[in-house]
């Protein structure tokens, strides 16, 4: 059974930082693209940032670039989303995400709230 859990949210300053982790659990962690999304209230469940399983290339969206970071330790089967110089509009629920078999895999999110 896969299995996700987000960690690490909390309530931010304008400029502060914050690290997001994910445990993955129910299938081969290592093989598998590991993505980041968010959903702030009224708007869509959005792509933030993705790491591959080999290699560790990285893709962000363009209102994240030069603030996230995205990595992964496989040994762990965690994967990161360090996040720098947060915004009020970066105040959404982030949840991970593996494509595996025929669906995507959610967790149940984590709050990050950005705000003075």
């Known amino acids: 059974q896969v299995q996700l859990v987000e960690s690490g949210g909390g309530l931010v300053q304008p400029g502060g930082s914050l690290r997001l982790s994910c445990v993955g659990s129910?299938?081969?962690?290592?093989?598998?693209?590991m993505s980041w999304y968010r959903q702030a209230p009224g708007e869509e469940r959005e792509v933030v940032a993705v790491?591959?399983?080999?290699?560790?290339?990285?893709n962000y969206a363009d209102s994240v670039k030069g603030r996230f970071t995205i990595s992964r330790d496989n040994a762990k089967k965690t994967v990161y989303l360090q996040m720098y110089s947060l915004k009020p509009e970066d105040t959404a629920v982030y949840y991970c995400s593996v494509p595996f078999g025929t669906r995507n895999y959610w967790g149940q999110g984590t709050q990050v709230t950005v705000s003075s």
């Open positions: 129910g299938f081969p962690f290592s093989a598998y693209t």
């Open positions: 790491i591959t399983s080999v290699g560790g290339d990285t």
